[in-house]
């Protein structure tokens, strides 16, 4: 059974850091690419980085330079480093796992991110 479980959200104020995290079992982890995505209120859900399975990255322009993503292939894990959070940053964060070899995409509940003073 595939499983996707994100962790680390939580209350930070602007200008601060947060580091996600997100583990994928019960799949091949190393031939999946995995996607970071965001959904605020009333908002449509936009993708925020992404890795693949060889290690490139991509980035949506919005956090370019604040955001990094990495993986460990040893632990089935994704990050999400958060730096310079903005109010806008506020949202639930989504960790997707997407398969290089059928598309086939499983998804995590979320972990919600609040930027706020």
């Known amino acids: 059974q595939v499983r996707v479980v994100e962790s680390g959200g939580g209350l930070v104020q602007p200008g601060g850091s947060l580091r996600l995290s997100c583990t994928a079992s019960?799949?091949?982890?190393?031939?999946?690419?995995m996607d970071w995505y965001r959904q605020a209120p009333g908002k449509e859900r936009e993708l925020v980085a992404g890795?693949?399975?060889?290690?490139?990255?991509n980035y949506a322009d919005s956090v370019k330079g604040r955001f990094t993503t990495s993986r460990d292939n040893s632990r089935n894990k994704v990050y999400l480093q958060l730096n310079s959070l903005k109010p806008e940053d506020t949202a639930v964060y989504h960790c997707s796992a997407s398969s290089r070899w059928t598309g086939v995409q499983y998804w995590g509940k979320g972990t919600l991110v609040t930027v706020s003073s």
């Open positions: 019960g799949l091949d982890f190393e031939s999946y690419t």
């Open positions: 890795i693949t399975f060889g290690g490139d990255t």
